[in-house]
């Protein structure tokens, strides 16, 4: 079966520290990954999306990058995270014209 | 204005009482998923639809494609049903496909 995994569940990290937050799905080939941050009252943003090994694609300009190493593992890291990148951030995947699956998120604290 | 906008906001309901939830979307929209988000954050995927009706259980959604309009319907609603609801539109675009989220509707069922 399919399944996605993200982790870790919550973070707390000091502002000007680095982040990695990855995110795995099992059971497809070949999907599109979705990184989405979600702040505070607010609805879902997408960050970054790839359909690709390596091809990476950026909606909103920030400090936070992506990668793609492969198929099925998709990152999102910050070199100095600001405190304004707190959020719930979620990664997601699908096929194209099917229904998409979302990882149970990752609370990002930064202090 | 935004590509995908969901009413209301926020609702409180009875117990039992039937719920609807409402989202209107853009041109260029080719498909709605509506999303169910509990208050851990994690989503789950509820509906994909671009056409007609599908129901689950006691959760049906509609789409008119001529109005761009979708619904969500909670029939006999139970406060397990408290939770945000988010209508998501998929666009495509060149062959790549993204969602665009309302900012969703806390519904919260009182006992």
């Known amino acids: 079966s399919q399944t996605i995994h993200q982790w870790p569940a919550t973070l707390v990290q000091p502002v000007g520290s680095p982040l990695s937050l990855e995110c795995t799905v099992e059971?497809?080939?070949?999907?599109?990954l979705y990184w989405y941050r979600q702040a505070a009252g607010r609805g879902l943003q997408l960050l970054f999306y790839?359909?690709?090994?390596?091809?990476i694609s950026s909606e909103v300009p920030q400090n936070l990058s992506a990668s793609r190493p492969q198929d099925r593992q998709f990152i999102l890291s910050s070199k100095k995270l600001l405190l304004s990148d707190s959020g719930f951030y979620l990664c997601?995947?699908?096929?194209?014209?099917?229904?998409?699956?979302f990882g149970q998120g990752t609370r990002l604290t930064v202090v | 204005k935004n590509e995908v906008e969901q009413s209301p906001q926020n609702l409180t309901a009875q117990e039992g009482e039937f719920i609807t939830i409402n989202c209107s979307y853009s041109?260029?929209?080719?498909?709605l998923h509506w999303l169910q988000q509990h208050p851990g954050g994690g989503i789950v995927s509820l509906f994909m639809?671009?056409?007609g009706k599908k129901k689950h259980g006691r959760l049906i959604a509609t789409i008119n494609i001529q109005e761009k309009h979708s619904s969500l319907h909670i029939t006999a609603s139970h406060p397990r049903d408290s939770a945000v609801y988010i209508c998501?539109?998929?666009?495509?675009?060149?062959?790549?496909?993204?969602?665009?989220f309302g900012t969703g509707t806390r519904l919260t069922i009182i006992p």
């Open positions: 041109v260029g929209i080719s498909a």
């Open positions: 998501a539109g998929l666009r495509s675009n060149f062959g790549n496909e993204k969602l665009t």
């Open positions: 059971g497809t080939s070949n999907p599109n």
């Open positions: 997601a995947w699908d096929k194209g014209d099917t229904e998409a699956f």
């Open positions: 790839s359909v690709g090994i390596g091809q």
């Open positions: 639809l671009s056409s």
